[in-house]
């Protein structure tokens, strides 16, 4: 099945304690993207990649990092997690590599607290 | 710089009633693509339209239609005869490539409620 997953899907962390969240796609997709989704916000792009080790910022990147060493993966990385980032975080693919022309495909979602 | 709105914040409709989720946009591109995206309580977006920016035709899709009018800036979308399972809140979002840039724009959504 096409699909791609995240993980976890809920975590409750503290302030200051690195962590990092796993993102999958087996589609063979170039466009992988990180959102974050915020009540009366929507969601808003944090970085993106559209190949191998290509990546790019996206509208709130400050406080994440994101690395793209194989083309299925795309892991979001929170070295020092801060209660401004409790928010419910996505991660897409999409067929074409600008991730412009095509629908993206999201995975189910990951619950993110801070404390 | 491009922007999506959706005014509707909540919209409360009884199931079988029609219901039009409104989207305007705005960009300084000619050529961009619009999209809509449902996310029902269960948390996961699922996608339901693409529409790029030289095709104007309307789009019809069992009880979903959808009116893109740029010279409005408007891409709505309609549901008739709703149901309770078309509860969630749906999102219109806006993408535009420049070059080897890309970026999607999502509105902040609409909450649709549909009761018995």
């Known amino acids: 099945e096409a699909q791609v997953t995240q993980n976890p899907r809920y975590l409750i962390t503290v302030t200051g304690k690195k962590l990092t969240v796993t993102c999958s796609q087996n589609?063979?997709?170039?466009?992988m993207s990180w959102y974050r989704q915020d009540p009366g916000l929507g969601l808003r792009q944090i970085y993106y990649?559209?190949?191998?080790?290509?990546?790019d910022k996206g509208d709130v990147p400050e406080g994440y990092k994101v690395s793209r060493k194989e083309k299925r993966n795309f892991p979001l990385i929170l070295e020092s997690p801060s209660p401004n980032q409790t928010s419910l975080y996505f991660c897409?693919?999409?067929?074409?590599?600008?991730?412009?022309?095509?629908?993206?495909?999201f995975g189910p979602g990951t619950r993110l607290t801070v404390l | 710089a491009q922007k999506v709105t959706q005014a509707q914040t909540e919209i409360s409709v009884v199931e079988k009633e029609d219901v039009t989720l409104d989207c305007v946009y705005e960009?300084?591109?000619?050529?961009?693509?619009l999209f809509w995206y449902k996310q029902p309580p269960s948390g996961e977006l699922v996608f339901l339209i693409r529409?790029?920016?030289?095709?104007?035709q309307n789009e019809i899709s069992g009880r979903y239609s959808w009116n893109f009018q740029k010279s409005t800036s408007s891409f709505n979308f309609t549901i008739t005869a709703s149901q309770v399972v078309d509860s969630a809140v749906y999102f219109c979002?806006?993408?535009?490539?420049?070059?080897?840039?890309?970026?999607?724009?999502f509105g902040t959504g609409t909450r649709l409620q549909v009761t018995l």
């Open positions: 897409a693919s999409s067929r074409d590599t600008l991730g412009s022309y095509n629908e993206q495909f």
């Open positions: 589609m063979n997709h170039e466009y």
């Open positions: 990649s559209m190949n191998v080790e290509v990546t």
């Open positions: 960009t300084r591109d000619t050529t961009y693509y």
């Open positions: 529409r790029n920016s030289f095709d104007e």
């Open positions: 979002a806006l993408s535009e490539a420049r070059g080897t840039a890309s970026k999607l724009t």
